[in-house]
């Protein structure tokens, strides 16, 4: 009877592990696929990826994309340490729900309401939107990955640096702020991954004229799903998963939180 259980249990996990992992093997494959359909394989080429390379739009979607990813980061980890910090010394019970709230509501209403904000504001919708959007977004994920850091730190090194005589910024400064150091840089590359990678909110809060990857891809496979937009797909794909991989080797307990 175990056995059984045992084999029906590995038969769910690799029906799982096929139906999410598949789709993406199969676009990172037709990517070198030598034909403008992806209907069958033709042949091996790089061809899709020197055509990617040269395309201005996809060029500049693709800065546009980094710039706000790097702004969204910087400003996420700051505001999102003080958050974390905020939620760990105060017992407040309003705090965490304040700070995770825009990562508990589903992203159209949380595009949607941001949109309604900047109308409101009579704000040109654009690149600047977008960055103010996705920083209110990536602040609550970068409080959740710093208040875990601080939970695993020895309150008594931080004791012990005062009773030595230091003040509370320097105990800050040369105790808690070494310790909490990679659970801040995971926060921030997980802030730039989520920014970078972002569709729905950025649609949104984007207007005409402003483009990133996500919505470049999106206007591409309106037409037809080519070999081009698996070469960004799989390009996007493969510099997410490093970041992942990154900030999951900087603080595993951190991202495993919550």
Excluded at 54 to 75: F, V
Excluded at 115 to 128: A, D, E, K, P
Excluded at 227 to 240: D, F, K, Q
Aim: glycine share 6%; hydrophobic share 60%; aromatic share 10%.
């Amino acid at each position: 009877m175990h056995s059984k259980q045992s084999k029906w249990l590995w038969a769910a996990a690799l029906f799982a592990y096929a139906f999410l992992y598949l789709p993406l093997i199969i676009v990172v494959v037709y990517s070198f696929n030598d034909s403008k359909l992806n209907a069958e394989w033709v042949g091996f080429t790089f061809k899709w990826y020197e055509i990617l390379f040269h395309d201005a739009q996809m060029l500049t979607a693709a800065r546009n994309s980094l710039l706000i990813g790097l702004i969204t980061s910087i400003c996420a980890t700051v505001f999102g340490t003080l958050a974390g910090l905020a939620m760990y010394k105060y017992k407040l019970r309003l705090l965490p729900l304040l700070v995770l709230t825009p990562i508990a509501i589903p992203e159209i209403l949380m595009g949607v309401s941001l949109l309604i904000f900047f109308v409101m504001l009579n704000m040109t919708l654009g690149l600047v939107s977008v960055t103010l959007a996705h920083i209110a977004f990536c602040i609550g994920f970068v409080a959740i990955v710093v208040r875990s850091r601080l939970q695993g730190m020895d309150e008594s090194l931080v004791e012990a640096a005062r009773d030595l005589g230091a003040t509370p910024v320097q105990a800050f400064r040369l105790v808690t702020m070494p310790l909490i150091m990679p659970g801040i840089i995971a926060g921030a590359l997980m802030a730039f991954t989520l920014s970078i990678d972002d569709f729905v909110i950025t649609f949104f809060t984007a207007g005409a004229g402003a483009s990133t990857l996500p919505l470049q891809i999106y206007s591409m496979i309106r037409i037809a799903v080519t070999p081009e937009v698996n070469a960004i797909s799989t390009l996007l794909m493969l510099l997410t998963l490093c970041l992942i991989l990154l900030a999951s080797k900087l603080a595993p307990s951190a991202l495993r939180a919550e």
